[in-house]
Nanobody
Framework: QVQLVESGGGLVQAGGSLRLSCVVS????????MGWFRQAPGKEREFVAA????????YYTDSVKGRFAISRDNGKNTVYLQMNSLKPKDTAVYYC????????????????WGQGTQVTVSS
């Protein structure tokens, strides 16, 4: 059974930082592209970041480029999202996702995702 469990969300002031973690079980992380997407209240889901199964190539939505960084530790079966210079518009529930193909993460057509962790950025 595949499980993705996110943690690290919380309340932070604008300009602050948070580091989200996603612990994965039930699949071989090194064989999957991993990513993050978010959903703000009343809005559609939005792709945030992803990297290929090898971890080399990374992809970001334009609004987070230069502020967010995705990384992984395959040995720990964990994916991270470092979020810096946070803005109130980053407020959302953040979800970790997994799929063999990074394009499926970018188009939100991924196979697996977690329950999400709330990130709230106050102004």
């Amino acid at each position: 059974q595949v499980q993705l469990v996110e943690s690290g969300g919380g309340l932070v002031q604008a300009g602050g930082s948070l580091r989200l973690s996603c612990v994965v079980s039930g699949l071989t992380l090194s064989s999957y592209a991993m990513g993050w997407f978010r959903q703000a209240p009343g809005k559609e889901r939005e792709f945030v970041a992803a990297n290929r199964w090898g971890g080399g190539s990374t992809y970001y939505t334009d609004s987070v480029k230069g502020r967010f960084a995705i990384s992984r530790d395959n040995g720990k079966n964990t994916v991270y999202l470092q979020m810096n210079s946070l803005k109130p518009k980053d407020t959302a529930v953040y979800y970790c996702a997994a799929d063999p193909q990074v394009t499926h993460l970018q188009t939100l057509g991924h196979d697996y995702w977690g329950q999400g962790t709330q990130v709230t950025v106050s102004s």
